[in-house]
């Protein structure tokens, strides 16, 4: 049984196992910070100290955290051996890692914990003396571990496995922890080194550096007790790592310490971190003049070139040029693309970014939702985790037309179900559904508690036009829902597709509307504004069928009447059904007239479709990264696929 496992099984909980995308998972039925009772809010990883999730109180943390909140904590065993607990004083704790020290230095069953600091991390046997690295064995791993000194005490220990399993173990009531190696502060109010973590400082205390600190839970956690500690520190260097998280962690730390003292290693392109650069010299530390030169190295790299904190709102062109060339995803083409090598083509960028609002609108009938559809199954075969948010229809009718493209068919059956089942039960793939009522609130929260949950990468929305609730303040409502999906595609750093209505174009002859314009795009200009890119879908006619023409005359028609009526398929379901009666405005002449023109025309997936060429003009007419253009698919609406035609 794993620690996890061993801890909620003792307190009584009712659980269950299961296993997430990223590894096995324990789900607590009743959360024990807001007590919700529903089995699938409350995720915690089943790891030795896993992180947790309530997806309703939106509570996080390690198990650690966790254990702390029940006063459950079991801190360290007494001794080296694995049968008796007991939880010790910060004094008690300085004799243990004294102890824990020893071992590591001088038992040979911890050499391989040694090596891997010496010879991989390139942490200098000198530094790990300084700062009485130790060893033990616990839960049948060992661990290295990371006391935090104060004085002649140990207020807290970071552990960890080579393995990269961690726990911390606090000593006193300060929970946080102290800063690691914060004794150093005391001597001088000169400047002074910030890092990440335990082995950034070691990296540098190696290298021979003496004012270097680290903060004690990662980029993203501040302790208060730390800044007046600090108070006093003329000029503050942030080692933090060069990701967006870093980054992040060290503007925030510098809000707190003032920006006007606190100056950003610039980490990413060379090294993320102190440990990492340290890690490319092949060093003896017994050889003063090499370890000055590494020194000097550093210095050149990251202590000059560092720069103030930027001011939130305000960035200088060095910052983002770094930021690009530390980030060569944004130099490469995007994994997030279309499954149509012309699409990405006319894109330039080779698919879609985080934070782009991609809306694609077409006149009814010509494939708007299944030209999403084939995007949405492209990228969730890459194992690109993606949301479908549907709202026309429930998901089982999307989820048939998904297989139909998946399997090639046109009809689904049991063998085809079985088949889909196989290739697609597996795959990052979920769907959003109207459940009770729905108003852009709503929706916006719905995909972020997908996004927390399911790491989303890709989101769908189909239609914006179901969340106006007022016709008469539909330009306003659409507006707004405009620039609420744009801000929660930046937000998430995801691309989000929004699939628009047109207004009802007039016609340029029987049968015939004309080619679609993205300003006929129906509520409010503000989708054209905040949209990065604007899809219009666009298909002739090619069949004059009187009973389809009457179908869709009839649809059109009645749905002024019924707002419940969402399309063509529907108003054929209340024909089989019997149900023609229930909607207004249809006499016993109408109902005969629909179901006639039905027998006439057959049962269809989708009835409009056979109506229209399967040449269908994709036009790009808004990029807001490049020219956009034109490029043409093959459709085919019983498949419920677009085919490349372009050889572009």
Known sequence: MTRAEEFVARMGWEYKRVEGHNGPQILIKICPYCHDSKYTHFYLADTYNGPFVCHKCQIAGSLDDLMEHVKDIRPVRASMSEDKRESMSAREAALFYVKAHTELMTNQSYSDLL?????????????????????RENYGKKWICFPYWVGDEVHCSKERTISKDFVYLY???????????????????GSVVITEGEMDTLSLLSLGFKRVVSVSNGSNYINSNWLPILKDIKKIYLG???????????????????????????FGVKAKDANEFISQYDIDYRDSDAIARVRRDFVEQFIKPAKPIDIEGVIEISSVLHELASNTDLLEQSDIDTPWSSINHLIERGGFSGGDLIVTTANPGIGKTNWALNIFHHLTKKEIP?????LEFPPRRLVKRLVCLDQKTSQVTVESLMKAHSDLGNLPMYFGYRAGSLDLKKAMETIRAAFNRYTLQFVVFDHVHFLVRSIRYETQEISLAAKSFKDLAVELDIPILLIAHLSKLPREGRNIRREPDAEDLRGSKMLWADADLVFLLHREKSIQSDARNLLESKFHTLKRKNPGLISADDLMEFANDGRLGSLKGVGDKTQEEIIAAIERVGIADDIVDDV?????????QKNRFGPGGVRSLLYDGARASFVQMDKR
């Open 612 to 620: 229209y060429s399967p040449e269908t003009k994709v036009i790009l």
């Open 386 to 390: 993606a949301l479908f948010y549907e």
């Open 171 to 189: 000593y006193t009531d300060n929970k946080g922890g102290p800063l690691y190696n914060q004794d150093v502060l005391s001597d001088s109010p």
């Open 115 to 135: 090596s891997w600091l010496v010879i991989e991390r390139k942490i200098s046997l000198a530094a790990i003396k300084q700062m009485r690295i130790g060893a």
């Open 240 to 266: 933090y790592d060069g990701d967006d998280k870093g980054r992040m962690g060290a503007t925030n730390f510098a809000k707190q310490l003032g920006l006007d003292r606190c100056y950003r290693l610039p």
